[in-house]
């Protein structure tokens, strides 16, 4: 079945540091493709997606491309910022008609002053 | 404001007692899913509905039952609860593949 694998974490940086968070997935056909944050004590909202291949997602200084070559879609980011601080999921959409979507383990993230 | 609303947010139960869980969202959105998110684990799919009066299982469905009676609605009941349900649960819907999930702030259960 369809599967999403991403760094294991955490991951800890200096504040203005560069974040890359390495995912890789394992489907059939062609899925869109997710990163999800969830902040402390809160629900998980979506950060970026991309739908097609070499599609680029971007948002609030974070990015990520859709590699079909590669089956990646790894997020970065030049500068973080303290506020960054969260738990960053790669998730990609079922192809079977459930409109699911396959969530990686997820990695937390922390940034120091 | 437009969204998913979870209820209760915060629950605890003694072991063997039922409760259920509310959903509910105001997009019109067609499909709902219920996910668990325990520590070390990422999110597991219990059940999801693909439209009003539909339910399927997803990853983890056992010890629990859902209902779609209503397209804005989907719940999730607990008929006897055990100490390895405790987790947090978080509630989403979407409208079609084109779109991402729309959260909920999700329920945080204790089963002692």
Redesign the interface.
């Given at each position: 079945g369809d599967s999403v694998t991403q760094m294991e974490g955490p991951v800890t940086l200096s504040e203005e540091a560069f974040l890359t968070i390495n995912c890789t997935y394992t489907a059939t056909g062609y899925p869109?493709l997710?990163w999800?944050v969830q902040y402390p004590g809160?629900?998980?909202?979506?950060l970026l997606?991309a739908?097609k291949a070499d599609d680029k997602g971007s948002n609030k200084g974070f990015e990520a491309t859709y590699r079909k070559e590669t089956t990646s879609f790894h997020l970065e980011k030049g500068s973080v910022q303290v506020s960054d601080s969260a738990v960053y999921?790669c998730?990609l959409?079922d192809?079977g008609?459930?409109?699911?979507?396959v969530?990686?383990?997820?990695t937390k993230l922390t940034v120091n002053p | 404001n437009a969204g998913v609303t979870q209820t209760p947010k915060f629950r605890v139960l003694k072991t063997g007692q039922s409760m259920t869980l509310l959903c509910a969202q105001d997009m019109n959105h067609e499909y709902m899913y219920w996910y668990r998110q325990d520590p070390g684990m990422g999110l597991r799919l219990i059940h999801y509905s693909v439209g009003e009066g539909t339910t399927a299982k997803g990853e983890v469905p056992d010890g629990y039952n859902v209902s779609r009676l209503k397209k804005q609605n989907f719940l999730l009941g607990l008929e006897s609860a055990a100490p390895s349900q405790t987790s947090v649960y978080f509630c989403a819907s979407r409208q079609d593949s084109n779109y991402g999930y729309t959260f909920g702030s999700g329920t945080r259960l204790t089963v002692v």
């Open positions: 869109s997710f999800y809160e629900g998980l909202q979506l997606k739908t999921f998730a959409s192809q008609g459930s409109e699911k979507l969530f990686g383990k997820g | -």
